[in-house]
């Protein structure tokens, strides 16, 4: 992004070109070098949430695939009415993040994964990891394969199952390419038009998903393991086309027009129909000779793009139909996805016969690592938690829904509101596998000599102090299922083509989205949701979204107490568990296992109910989870108190006073924001507080007394900065 002279110039008169990461602020650095978890310490989740054996490693007899259970859940095969939530590790190296690991670093990082409470693994870009500088086509490299298989299997043998990307990179399993990882080449649109690219896809499914894996003894396409392939990441059409737009360009790709020409008449008589219906055929576009044009702006509305999203839904629902019909002819008995991103009303009819509906969301998207790049630095809670309401409207109910990518990007510093809020949505909403984004979710040390390691970078989320606390805190909230599930349902209806428009970008509207900070959502045939009790039809109107929650009120769906409203931007959930003030940045949840609240200050104190918050510095996350099991906050021993604000790389710079714009983003080690906060519990006895290093080690007392349990916190203690603290209580 390049910076306009007034900016420069208003940077020189602030006294220089760029802006230290430390001003007014004091940052803490980190001391840990090792970030193993160790075994039995307060972050070792394998005894509160165990990982099923899978496959041979089970007991005899069960059947432990994940299956489409009752009510379109995930489940065992053998146990299909008893749901399972999938805490996903997203596996997205590539050599500048140190590839896949060796045997002994594969061991213990799937134990690692484990500990930390993940039971599903999402391997992105294998393609590109075994194709890293090779020449010729499907030329594996052998030591990479290796790696991969051994991981599967150290995977599998912790009880993790896996979420593959059937082709992830542009450039696919083809040889002589050292650009895998960019968006670079057409074999995404190819594969829709050209039978060569097909046939290639298809080859990479034989070669590897069909390959025996020799530590496990079975292809990775018949393992109980392999519970989601994604067919191709991110390919919708449309979102393609976006991806390789430039300036000067036309929007779509020239290979599309001939397959959109023969789909035009199919379904118009003549060129003088054609005219009526768009109104704006040029002289020289004849549908008989097959010379109609794609649309040349996407932004401008027209007929003409409401076609071409019709012939986009067709050639993308055949597609999907026909991939999948592989991989079944390969032996796949698991569920198959596709179109992870791209939230639109075309994509969402893509998404109608799939197995499973899989959807990738971020805020505060960040568009590479080189100086220049910047974000907005804004609140996701400002904005109503927009990201986690956009995924919601693309859930397809009555299918098993995954969230394959997330991530709210470092070095937005409103960061920390993520590990409350995602996890928190996502339990609400009965949401089946929840994958924040990374290269990979932990590191086994800071210090790795790889580019990507050597300082926090966006989409790596290993290095992040305040991710990974948010991670932990996401393990219990969502996969231990702290937080309740909406027993209401508000289907949107669909009725198919008929629903698609001019704009080619349209999507479901944002004020009837907020219905998703109350209730569970998601999109349904115009048949099937108006069998519910309420139901958003089709045409969307202005105001359905006060009229429902009116109504929702008016049957006591939603208890008299509740406190939403839609005019004030204050979203209580129906379970009583959540409430979010848009307005005032804050959002809060009160349950028997765990309460919390982030927000970007705190104007006043906040009670929530065992924990209350008289006052803190600055935007953080405050959250308490009781640690033993069959208690709650109100009764356990053993309670993880958790304290994030904002890290930063040392020496990191900004072009910016307002850090938006990255200049430089340092180096290790990686400092914390200093902070402090006033807690106290409903609770008396006997009670110690500790730090917990970032290695799970429990440091010497910090505070401790008898009676009400009251102290003040600071994340600045004697062993080093930390965001883990352990409170027991006798």
Known sequence: MKIGAAAVALALLLGGSTAPATTFESWLPVR??????????????????????????????????????AGGRMAFADAPDRPQRLFCASLAWSPASGGFPSRDEADRYARQLAMHGYNLARLHFVDAALMFGRQADFDFDPETLDRVHYLLAALKRNGIYWMIDAMS?????????????????????ALYFDERAFAHWRRFQETFLARVNPYTGVAPISDEALAVVILVNE???????????????????PMIAAPFNRWLSGRYASTADLARAWGDLARDERLEEGTVRLPRDRYVDSPRLRDLQAFFTETERASAERMTGVLRGLGYRGLVSTYNNWPTVQTALSRRDLDAVTMNT?????????????????????DGA??????????????????SEWDHLFWNRHRYEAGLAMPTYAALQGWDALCRHAHGPIVLSYGEPYPHKRAMLPYAIALDPVARAGETLAALIYRRGDVAQSRLVIPFAVRGEADLGPNMQAREPPDLTQLALVSRIGLADEADARQAALFVPQPRGPGDADRLVGELRRRGDLPAANRTSLPDRLYESDTGEILLDAKGGQLRLSTAATEGVA????AEPVDLGTLSIAQAEGGALVALSTLDKGTSLRDGKRLLLIFATDARNSDMRFRDRAQKVIEDFG????????????????REGRWTLSPVGLDGAVHAPMASGEGAVSFTLTNDVPSGPTTFFLLEIE
């Open 32 to 69: 840990e070098v090792s970030l193993e978890i160790r075994p039995g310490s307060p972050l070792d989740f394998s005894g509160l949430l165990p990982n099923t054996a899978i496959g041979s490693e089970g007991a005899r007899g069960a059947d432990r695939r994940l299956i489409e259970g």
């Open 169 to 189: 990179s542009w450039r696919g399993a083809y040889g002589g390419y050292d650009d895998r990882w960019d968006p670079a080449g057409n074999l995404k649109t």
């Open 235 to 253: 390919n919708s059409l449309e979102f393609e086309s976006v991806v390789h737009d430039r300036p000067g360009r036309l929007p779509y790709d």
């Open 362 to 382: 971020y805020h505060d998207w960040v568009g590479g690592y080189e100086p220049g790049s910047s974000l907005t630095q804004e609140s996701s809670l400002v």
């Open 386 to 403: 927009g990201y986690i309401r956009m995924a919601a409207a693309s859930r397809w109910l009555g299918k098993p829904f995954a969230v």
């Open 599 to 602: 927000f970007s200050h705190l």
């Open 667 to 682: 180096r290790l080690p990686v400092l914390i924001r200093k902070a402090g906060a006033r807690i106290a519990l409903a």
